[in-house]
């Protein structure tokens, strides 16, 4: 069995009392895999209809599976199309727990690797803006990548200090914290946090996660909510800051959480409303959540503009996509499309505002792989179909050159899995030169 520090095993006897001895049990037991379907994508509905997998629902959110060990989702085309993103169960219920409206602008402050905030989007259904931020700008980039897998349009990625973004004041709707933390609750699932806990503790988290959530009241609007979790159960790194929060913001009220089989409270008066999992009463891992209100809720206001157009070049008479509350920026040589309201964000460390299209080189048009994995199959006019079990599905994932002389198509084509758009690809006499990018190769 894993060897637990002590001062660990103190809290959790403390914490768990007659279910201690279960809980270190449950360290003897497999891990669980699970993954969420990407529902801006396809329906659930119409994923189950093409399933590959043995699937079973996950009670607490609307959209994940636990899946088996043997099934190897990251090696199936569809991954690549898209179509899901692999996430732990437990981690998969702050996002569910947030109430996003269509129109609601959103921030997800400690967002790498994008498995919260690809749920938010999902929300969103292309509405409003999703602020996702992350303090490392390494992370922030697999943050990117997978937020452009996953096809999201409304994005802004950022890389900065919380500190340094509580400048927009009273900007969000909704604010989601997946606050940097001990790591207690993710023990059984990689032993590494461990040798990383006992170097700093709880004790190193909470300044941190007092910034954060200090930061995040400054920019929350009067009656929008905050969604606080982490995947420890410290109660210094729980309890303790929701208390801090409600302390330096009166106005302040912990919103009632729905209880699934195995859901525990909080362990205050205060912070009853709060939910904390535990691996032994669950099929996951562990986790604190909390739904915190500031004020009274007003409606959301959505923000509209005109319709804008897309640019008058050959490559776009081929796209038809919905441009509305969108807005055509053109940086240098690049061409982006963004919501219609972003935070003024000069000065920041921005990775990305909204959809990257592509940029022009010497005069033509080369777009991009954000573009392909957000298109839908009936969006782009020219395309090239294969069925999953195509051996040229993962030959173009290696990026590879094709042999496409069956599929009489010419040009430069949207190369598709079942209908599901990988990437670009452009064909001459049969042959089909890869554009997929190479940093997103099948492995």
């Known amino acids: 069995m894993t060897k637990l520090p002590e ?8 914490l768990l009392k007659d279910g201690f001895e279960d809980y270190l049990k449950s360290f ?7 993954l969420r379907i990407n529902t801006s994508k396809i329906s659930v509905r119409d994923f189950l209809k093409i399933n590959p997998f043995h699937l079973t629902p996950i009670p607490w959110t609307d959209d994940g599976f636990y899946y ?15 179509l899901y993103y692999l996430q732990e169960a437990s981690a998969m219920y702050p996002a569910q727990a947030l109430p996003i409206e269509e129109g609601d602008i959103v921030l997800d402050c400690c967002a790498a690797p994008g498995g919260k905030s690809t749920k938010l989007a999902n929300k969103l259904k292309g509405s409003g803006v999703l602020i996702s931020n992350d303090i490392s700008v390494s992370r922030a980039q697999s943050l990117l990548k997978n937020l452009e897998i996953q096809g999201v349009t409304n994005a802004c990625v950022m890389a900065e200090d919380i500190s340094k973004i509580d400048r927009f004041n009273e900007t969000f709707d909704k604010i989601l914290i997946d606050a940097p933390c001990s790591g207690q609750g993710m ?37 929008g909510m905050i969604l606080y979790s982490t995947c420890t159960f410290s109660p210094q790194e729980d309890e303790d800051i929701i208390e801090y929060a409600l302390d330096i913001c009166p106005e302040l009220k912990v919103l009632p959480l729905k209880k699934y089989d195995g859901f525990e409270s909080g362990i205050t008066k205060n912070t009853e409303n709060c939910v904390r999992l535990y691996p032994h009463l669950i099929k996951g891992e562990g986790h604190f959540i909390a739904l915190l209100q500031k004020g009274e809720r007003k409606e959301t206001q959505i923000i509209e503009n005109s319709e804008t157009k897309l640019p008058d070049d050959p490559f776009f008479n081929n796209v038809d996509i919905d441009l509305k509350n969108r807005n055509l920026v053109r940086r240098k040589e690049k061409l982006y499309l963004e919501p219609s309201y972003i935070p003024d964000t000069q000065g920041l460390r921005v990775l990305r505002s909204g959809l990257y299209l ?71 006499k049969g042959i089909l030169k890869n554009k997929y990018p190479a940093n997103f190769r099948y492995q």
Do not use: W
Not at 28 to 34: C, I, N, Q, T, W
Not at 68 to 82: M, R
């Open 7 to 14: 001062p660990y095993l103190e809290q959790m006897k403390e």
């Open 28 to 34: 003897e037991e497999k891990r669980v895999y699970s």
């Open 68 to 82: 088996e060990e043997e099934d190897k989702p990251s090696k199936y085309p569809y991954y690549y199309a898209g």
């Open 187 to 223: 023990f059984r699932k990689e032993n590494d946090l461990i040798k990383a806990y006992e170097e700093r503790g709880s004790q190193y988290y909470v300044p941190i996660q007092k910034q954060i959530i200090s930061s995040a009241l400054k920019m929350l609007k009067q009656g």
């Open 358 to 428: 592509g940029e022009y080189r010497h005069d033509r048009f080369e777009a991009s792989q954000a573009l392909a994995s957000s298109l839908k199959y009936e969006e782009y006019k020219n395309t090239i179909n294969f069925d999953v079990d195509d051996p040229r599905v993962i030959k173009y994932l290696k990026c590879e050159t094709l042999d496409v002389k069956d599929k009489h198509v010419q040009g430069i084509v949207l190369v598709c899995v079942d209908h599901f758009p990988l990437g670009f690809g452009n064909i001459s």
